[in-house]
């Protein structure tokens, strides 16, 4: 199976950690309560510690969020290398 017929989850870690520190500035600059903080990307350690299934659980989270607090312009088109499939 090529790597373009396997699922895309989310983005790989660096351009999601982008894409968080983006919504991370929305979020100062509303001034939303700690509650309301934009979902943290499932980087770092937590790349090694989490199935595909949960990536893509919070990269929805994440892609809703953006929506919910009209920045989903700040969700970029990702490149088919900046892609994490499984």
């Known amino acids: 199976m090529s790597n373009k017929e396997k699922q895309y989850f989310c983005p790989l870690p660096a ?33 090694h510690e989490t199935t595909g299934l949960q990536k893509l659980l919070r990269w929805k989270e994440t892609v809703e969020w953006a929506k919910n ?6 969700m970029p088109e990702l490149s088919d290398n900046e892609k994490f499939r499984g």
Do not use: F
């Open 69 to 74: 607090h009209e920045c989903s312009h700040l």
């Open 15 to 47: 351009k999601w950690n982008e894409v968080y520190e983006s919504l991370l500035q929305v979020w100062r600059k509303a001034a939303l309560p700690e509650s309301e903080k934009p979902p943290i990307p499932l980087i770092l350690a937590a790349w």
